[in-house]
């Protein structure tokens, strides 16, 4: 009876420590990305691709990286269509992040207004300049 009541209670130390651990370790954050192209090309995956290696290969272990199913779109090679498709992804809750591609996309995401754009935090770089909005 004694050594059943010290393994019990050597059981409960070494898991409540465990448990301590884990819930001490801080969470990773998560960063979900939303890609626009002004329209399809037949390099847009080669660049995705390059896109989702450098972002996740320059967060690694600092930030878990989501390039989400269904938020990579191509536009129709107008103006208008890629503010359709920016409006889309700037307003989708599952979206932390858009990366535009193309005179278009870049044009209309460099020229939106920061207290236009529904985040907490937002770095926009055009042209060799940033503005930052926290």
Request: hydrophobic content about 35%; aromatic content about 6%.
């Amino acid at each position: 009876m004694k050594t059943s009541c010290v393994t019990l209670l050597t059981a409960i130390f070494l898991l409540s420590g465990t448990v301590s651990m884990v819930v001490a370790q801080p969470q990773q954050r998560t960063l979900r990305i939303g890609v626009v192209f002004d329209g399809p090309w037949e390099r847009n995956k080669d660049l995705l691709d390059l896109l989702k290696k450098e972002i996740s290969d320059a967060l690694e272990g600092q930030t878990r990286v989501v390039f989400s199913d269904g938020k990579t779109l191509e536009g129709d090679w107008s103006y208008p269509g890629s503010v359709r498709l920016n409006s889309q992804l700037l307003a989708d809750k599952d979206v932390d992040l858009v990366v535009g591609f193309g005179v278009f996309t870049s044009q209309d995401l460099s020229s939106r207004p920061l207290s236009s754009i529904p985040s907490g935090n937002i770095c926009r770089c055009s042209l060799g300049q940033a503005e930052r909005e926290t």
